[in-house]
């Protein structure tokens, strides 16, 4: 069992940057992921790396602002979000998983466990 917690949003500017973390217990050897959800839409991919740290993807909305990393010393997992968008406004949920999600890396049901979510907001 993974229990993952999440925190770091909150209200921004356009322009401006955010640091998601996520704390997991239990065993760091899972892929780890973020996911948004914006009001009245469906949850959404954002990015995912490999236990090692080395290999990372990202949606293609985020790609050059986000950064994901993670510190397996810690079980912590970051976000980095730079020039963030109004578009950004969501709430944030952190992953993980099992099993590499390779080609389902994207789906949410390639994710085992679920943080609470942090709520981020870009103001323009």
């Known amino acids: 069992q993974v229990h993952l917690v999440e925190s770091g949003g909150g209200l921004v500017q356009a322009g401006g940057s955010l640091r998601l973390s996520c704390a997991a217990s239990?065993?760091?050897?899972?892929?780890m992921g973020w996911f948004r959800q914006a009001p009245g839409k469906e949850r959404e991919f954002v990015a995912v790396?490999?236990?090692?740290?080395?290999?990372?993807y990202y949606t293609d909305s985020v790609k050059g602002r986000f950064t994901l990393s993670r510190d397996n010393a810690k079980n912590m997992v970051y976000l980095q979000m730079n020039s963030l968008k109004p578009e950004d406004t969501a709430v944030y949920y952190c992953?993980?998983?099992?099993?590499?999600?390779?080609?389902?890396?994207?789906?949410?049901?390639?994710?085992?466990?679920w943080g609470q979510g942090t709520q981020v907001t870009v103001s323009s």
């Open positions: 239990g065993r760091s050897n899972y892929a």
């Open positions: 992953a993980a998983a099992i099993t590499w999600p390779t080609d389902l890396r994207a789906e949410a049901r390639s994710y085992d466990y």
């Open positions: 790396i490999n236990p090692t740290g080395r290999t990372t």
